[in-house]
Each structure stands twice: as C-alpha cells, then as structure tokens.
C-alpha cells in the first residue's frame, strides 16, 4: 500500500520540510525491486522517490547514498553531467524510502536514443553564432563516460565500495556462469558459447575503471538533445568498462556505438582495449541468465518464463548467425561468399592488387576478425539483447528491446 503514487507523495513530504505535493509521475525504475514516482510540489519543484521492495533493494538504496555522497562538489564539478542529491529518506518497516532532487530531461528508449543523434531537439534557448556546436548525442554519451571511467579509483575504495582486477572480474563471471547452469533451464549452447568467451583469456586483458555498473537508456536523462544525468547509482565499483557498454547492443544501428567508442577513446584518460565491445557483446547476452537465476532465486514465475522464451530466441539467432562467439559475426551467406569470390576472379584477370584487397575484404568477413561490438544491458531487466546490428549475437529479435522481462 505505501507504495502507491499518493503515499510516495506523502514520504516525499515527510521526508523534505516544506513539500508541499500537488501532482505526481511517473519514472522508470526496476519494477521487481522498487516503486518510484516524481512528485511536483506547490512551488513548481520536482522530486524523485524511490522505495524498495525488499531488504536486498532497501541496501542498494543505501549503498547509492552512499556513493553519491563520495561525489563531492569538485568530483561533480570534472563530469560532464549532473548527478542526483538525496534531499530525505524516511524508514519504514525496516526498509528505507529515499526522496532526491529532481534532475533535467527525461529518459528516452533506444529507438528515440537514435532518433535524437541524428535528429536533435533544439536547445530551449538558441545559442550564440560564436558557440560551439552541440555534440551528437553519441559523442556526449562517449564522452561522458570517458570521463567516468577517468575517475580515480580512490574515489570507489576510500568509501569501501567494491573493487575488483581484470581476473576477478572474469572469475566472478564463471561463478554466475555455474549458478545459472544449475538451473537446468538454460540452453546448453548457449552455456558452451559462454563458457568458451570466458575461457578465452585474451579477451579479458585489461585495466579495470571506475565503472557506473547499471547503465542503461532508464538511467540517462536527456534534456533538449543535451545528456544531462546518470542515475541509478548502487553498483558503482572498480572494474571491466565493459559493463557501460553492454546496454548498447540492443542499438538498431551499429553507427551508434561506433561514434560512443570513439569519442570516448578521445575522452578517456586511458584508450579501451580492444576486445571491450566483445566483453559488452558477452555480458549483454548473459544478463538473460542473470534475470532467469534472479527470477529462480525468488520464486516468481513470470520472470523465470520471460528469461527462457528470450533465452530460447536468443539461442535460435545465434544459430542461425552462426556467431561463434559474442560480438563476432558468422560467415557471410553463401550467395554472397559466391560473389565475393566471383569478383576475385574478375580481379585477378585485369589487376593483382585489387585482389589482395577482395581477399582481405573477404577475410574480414568470415569471421576471422573481431567486429566492433555494440553493448547492451541493464544487469537487471535485460530488455534489449542483441547482437551486431543484430546479428552478431545471432539477430535482433531476441535483443531488439521488443521483449521486456516482467514480475
């Protein structure tokens, strides 16, 4: 009952002398965990509540006030974007409801994501002739989380928030890997598809960041086509930067994390190695494991069904892709290995160079290289998995973002 608009209204009151609530809103949130709603005021003020559902929700709440008090006014004043103040809580029941500032913009899906790059919406005050032009929305995204992951990582460990190398990050990945095969209910080429990307080790050579650790579209405000926040703060730590990238995959267009990438190669203290988007490829796959395991572990039916019909396209797509591993994509179809090797020939017959060039094109596409990934997940409610474009993943549609887990 307390967690229904009116009663967030009322926290929100209880919690912050002087509100005064005449309107409330909605805002997304993990519906299996929280219940959250914006409430206007008397004053034209806005406020996000946040309230959980359980004890494991409740310490998440406490963990992201915790870190965003590691955020001081000098660590806000290096990133490019804002981040939430909590303003009250109130405890109830055990369980403690938090009231924040509102911040600007709205959250947008992945379809308006890309809408807006290519589309923006214009400023709410035009600027000057001599201002620099506004970046794409894609460059703002890459750049703001080179700065992220530029942070020290004093800033994680002096307030005693998780720090994990490059190896334990792995580790932890295969013991999830377990824990979800003990479920039975995962198909076994996908488990084998998994288990090899972590048995790879050079994939998993790299220096770990100060990472957000729950990125994704719900997560991001965007104001007249300026970033303007990242929310959602409990799982900030030390570890792979891949895990802000896996939310990409579900991208229609490929071009989209390109350009994230690369504007944050520019921005980063640090260049991303190179089998990042591969690490983002594998973990936006797994988080429908995660969402099963997580619906196993607390008995909710609808979760456990959801995770296997997307597991199971998910499974049927990377089979037909022939993928063979996450961020990688299969051989070309075989009319169009025909015509590439027809036009080597036609090559051969007037100019030797223009065949070494078809052949490396050819090569590239076979699958022998490593494609640029595109990430995609919310470690929570997986509801975009897809692979390159997708299909690297082995298609869109169990990644497109048009199946979303439910509770």
């Not at 409990?234 to 895990?243: E, I, N, R, T």
């Not at 990438?261 to 980063?268: H, K, M, P, T």
């Not at 203290?269 to 395991?293: I, N, S, Y």
Request: hydrophobic fraction near 35%; charge should be negative.
């Amino acid at each position: 009952m307390r967690t229904t608009p009116e009663l967030l209204a009322a926290v929100a009151a209880a919690a912050v002398p002087g509100v005064a609530p005449v309107a409330t809103g909605p805002s997304p949130d993990d519906a299996a965990d929280f219940r959250s709603c914006v409430v206007q005021d008397s004053e034209g003020r806005r406020w996000r509540v946040r309230s959980p559902l359980n004890t494991e929700a409740s310490m998440r709440l406490e963990t992201e006030h915790l870190v965003l008090q590691a955020f001081t006014p000098s660590v806000r004043s290096r990133l490019p974007f804002h981040l939430p103040t909590v303003a009250g809580s109130v405890a109830q029941d055990g369980l403690r409801t938090f009231v924040y500032s509102h911040l600007p913009g709205h959250t947008l899906s992945l379809r308006e994501f890309q809408r807006q790059n290519e589309h923006p919406e214009p400023p709410v005050h035009t600027p000057s002739p001599s201002a620099t032009p506004r970046a794409p929305l894609a460059v703002q995204l890459g750049r703001s989380l080179g700065c992220l992951h530029s942070l020290p990582r004093a800033l994680v460990m002096d307030a005693d928030l998780p720090a994990y190398s490059a190896e334990q990050c792995r580790k932890r990945m295969l013991h999830d890997l377990d824990q979800a095969a003990t479920t039975g209910l995962i198909p076994g080429d996908l488990l084998r598809r998994w288990e090899e990307a972590l048995e790879d080790t050079t994939l998993w050579q790299f220096s770990t960041r100060v990472v957000h650790g729950d990125l994704h579209e719900d997560n991001i405000t965007v104001d007249h086509g300026s970033l303007a926040s990242f929310t959602g703060w409990s799982d900030l730590h030390v570890g792979d930067p891949a895990v802000d990238f896996s939310w990409l995959v579900g991208m229609s267009d490929p071009a989209f994390a390109d350009t994230v990438l690369e504007a944050y190669s520019v921005a980063a203290v640090q260049p991303p190695d190179r089998h990042l988007l591969r690490r983002a490829h594998l973990k936006a796959e797994f988080a429908l494991a995660e969402w099963l395991v997580r619906g196993v572990d607390r008995g909710i039916t609808s979760m456990v069904d959801n995770a296997q019909r997307m597991l199971t396209t998910l499974a049927a797509d990377v089979r037909a892709s022939a993928s063979p591993s996450p961020g990688v994509a299969g051989p070309p179809p075989a009319s169009t290995a025909s015509a590439a090797a027809s036009g080597a020939d036609r090559a051969g017959d007037s100019d030797v160079d223009s065949v070494d060039r078809t052949d490396s094109d050819g090569r590239a596409l076979d699958g022998d290289s490593a494609p640029d990934g595109h990430p995609s997940d919310d470690g929570l409610s997986p509801d975009h998995h897809s692979g390159e474009g997708g299909s690297s993943t082995g298609g869109s549609s169990a990644a497109s973002g048009s199946v979303t887990p439910t509770s």
